[in-house]
């Protein structure tokens, strides 16, 4: 048994995959909105609970993050989308690597904030 099965005609396999990524399209197309909608949400909501000057770098991070998401968006609307199978898993490379940096920006506001006392 092989570790990764291939049809016997590429034709063939392309034309599966292709079909299996036009499937998956909307509900990849969801998530990346849903994404820039709960960055943009947190960018909105977080001077509520920190001084602004510590925000500086978080903003210009989540402007480029949601620049990147709304390139994914569009690229999802080409057929580059469906033929290149490595732009589908750009768009989970840009929300897994960003969300651990705004998180850790936001952990770099300890000086001005204190710390978290429970």
């Given at each position: 048994m092989a570790l990764i099965n291939r049809f016997a005609d590429?034709?063939?396999?392309?034309a599966?995959?292709?079909?299996?990524r036009a499937i998956r399209l909307k509900t990849t197309r969801i998530?990346?909105?849903?994404?820039?909608?709960?960055y943009l949400?947190?960018?909105?909501?977080?001077?509520i609970f920190f001084p602004g000057e510590v925000l500086i770098f978080y903003n210009i991070t989540v402007i480029f993050l949601v620049v990147l998401l709304a390139f994914s968006y569009f690229v999802t609307?080409?057929?580059?989308?469906?033929?290149?199978?490595?732009?589908?898993?750009?768009?989970f490379?840009?929300?897994?690597?960003?969300?651990?940096?705004?998180a850790l920006t936001l952990g770099q506001t300890e000086d001005v904030t204190?710390?978290?006392e429970l």
């Amino acid at each position: 048994m092989a570790l990764i099965n291939r049809f016997a005609d590429p034709a063939e396999e392309r034309a599966y995959v292709q079909g299996e990524r036009a499937i998956r399209l909307k509900t990849t197309r969801i998530l990346v909105v849903i994404s820039m909608a709960i960055y943009l949400g947190f960018s909105t909501l977080n001077p509520i609970f920190f001084p602004g000057e510590v925000l500086i770098f978080y903003n210009i991070t989540v402007i480029f993050l949601v620049v990147l998401l709304a390139f994914s968006y569009f690229v999802t609307s080409t057929r580059y989308y469906l033929e290149w199978p490595w732009l589908g898993f750009l768009a989970f490379i840009v929300i897994c690597a960003t969300t651990p940096i705004l998180a850790l920006t936001l952990g770099q506001t300890e000086d001005v904030t204190g710390p978290l006392e429970l």
